[in-house]
Each structure stands twice: as C-alpha cells, then as structure tokens.
C-alpha cells in the first residue's frame, strides 16, 4: 500500500511541473505542494506508519 501511494505521489508530483504556457504563471505552487506531501509520504513510510 504504501509503495503504491508513493508512486502515485510521484507521479502526480512530475505531473505538477508547470511546463505548459498556460501554467506558467502559477510558479511552483502545485509542485511545491506536491514536494510537501512526498517528503510526508516518505517520512511515514521510514517511521513504519504506512
């Protein structure tokens, strides 16, 4: 379960590079976000939480 919520994360994580014109204007709000939450995902995945 929890190396299919990290993938997941990642993916949505690469999905959230603002690469498109019209989403370049929103900076590194998603990916940022997305970061935030990873590196949550990982340090419950470590603690044994997930």
């Known amino acids: 379960m929890g190396t299919l919520l990290l993938i997941i994360v990642i993916l949505l994580l690469v999905g959230a590079i603002p690469r498109w014109p019209h989403s370049k204007g929103w900076g590194?709000?998603?990916?940022g976000t997305l970061g935030v939450v990873l590196v949550v995902v990982i340090v419950l995945l470590l603690m044994g939480y997930l």
Do not use: K
């Open 28 to 31: 590194y709000a998603p990916s």
